[in-house]
């Protein structure tokens, strides 16, 4: 092989290689995970044994890329039993560093309503009732975004209608 071969072969295995770790650190890019956080609960149609429910959630997007989302599944426990689940099909973007409230349609089985009904009038009186809230966001680029998160929601503003 003459040094004029050798020189163009290494230059070729020398972008070729560059060419290949550029693509790999696009691929190793972490995104982290949205926060996403029950800002509202909001009565819908319901029908038989069924209730429905539209949660609002604010989804805070903690990257420096937008995600742009085409679905949304959330699983909605309430004093750490199963309450509720749901997914929506519509899509849209949380910008880069911002939110978005999303608003995902439940199913509440009326059996569930009666249990936590029924488990809350055994006790003491109920200055807050705890929930979770885990699910996935699928990203049209990132994939499926897990997400988890809880709180405690205040019966006296509850029942005074938030005020």
């Known amino acids: 092989m003459k040094a004029g071969e050798r020189f163009r072969m290494v ?3 020398i972008v070729l290689t560059a060419a290949a770790l550029t693509l790999s650190g696009c691929a190793w890019q ?10 509202g609960v ?3 149609v319901s029908e038989g044994l069924e209730a429905r429910l539209q ?3 604010r989804v ?6 937008p995600i742009n989302y085409n679905g949304i599944y959330v699983e909605l426990d309430v004093m750490d039993k199963s309450f509720a689940s749901g997914v929506s099909n519509q899509s849209g973007t949380v910008p880069a560093f911002g939110e978005a409230v999303i608003t995902v349609p439940v199913t509440v089985s009326v059996l569930s309503i009666a249990r936590q009904a029924m488990s ?3 006790g003491q009186p109920l200055g807050k009732i705890t929930y979770a809230l885990r699910g996935k966001l699928s990203s ?6 897990q997400f988890k998160s809880q709180g405690e929601l ?3 503003d509850l029942t005074a209608g938030g005020k």
């Open 140 to 145: 049209t680029t990132s994939g499926a975004l």
């Open 120 to 122: 809350m009038l055994g």
């Open 30 to 39: 972490r995104t982290e995970p949205p926060k996403v956080t029950l800002v």
């Open 154 to 156: 205040n019966v006296a």
């Open 55 to 57: 949660l609002r959630l």
């Open 42 to 44: 909001e009565p819908a």
């Open 11 to 13: 230059r070729a295995l």
């Open 60 to 65: 805070l997007n903690p990257n420096d890329a």
